[in-house]
């Protein structure tokens, strides 16, 4: 069975960080794109990050530029998302999502419907 599992959300201050993490079982991350996404109350899913399958593209939104980092080990199945600098802005339930049918290296050329596993998604609050 193909799952991917997020950890490390939580409460934090602004100004905080946190790290999640995103593992996967049934299935090596190696070759697939992997993306970040976020869901704040009342608000639309919005994407977040993506890391491609080969070339290590990456991509932000320009809400977190700057203060986000995205990153694979493929060895542990896992792709991490360092938030910095955190804003109660950026509170919203967090989704790791993978791409199985690869077509292009570029992970922003994924639209949301394109991708293909989801994790159950873990709470980031960020208040004071």
Not at 22 to 33: Q, V
Request: glycine share 10%; aromatic share 12%; with cysteine.
């Amino acid at each position: 069975q193909l799952q991917l599992v997020e950890s490390g959300g939580g409460l934090v201050q602004p100004g905080g960080s946190l790290r999640l993490s995103c593992t996967t079982s049934g299935f090596t991350l190696d070759y697939y794109a992997v993306g970040w996404f976020r869901q704040a109350p009342g608000k639309e899913r919005e994407a977040v990050s993506c890391t491609g399958h080969s070339d290590g593209s990456t991509y932000y939104a320009d809400s977190v530029k700057g203060r986000f980092t995205i990153s694979r080990d493929d060895a542990k199945n896992t792709v991490y998302l360092q938030m910095n600098s955190l804003k109660p802005e950026d509170t919203a339930v967090y989704y790791c999502a993978a791409v199985i049918k690869i077509y292009s290296p570029v992970c922003i050329d994924y639209e949301e419907h394109e991708y293909d596993y989801w994790g159950q998604g873990t709470q980031v609050t960020v208040s004071s």
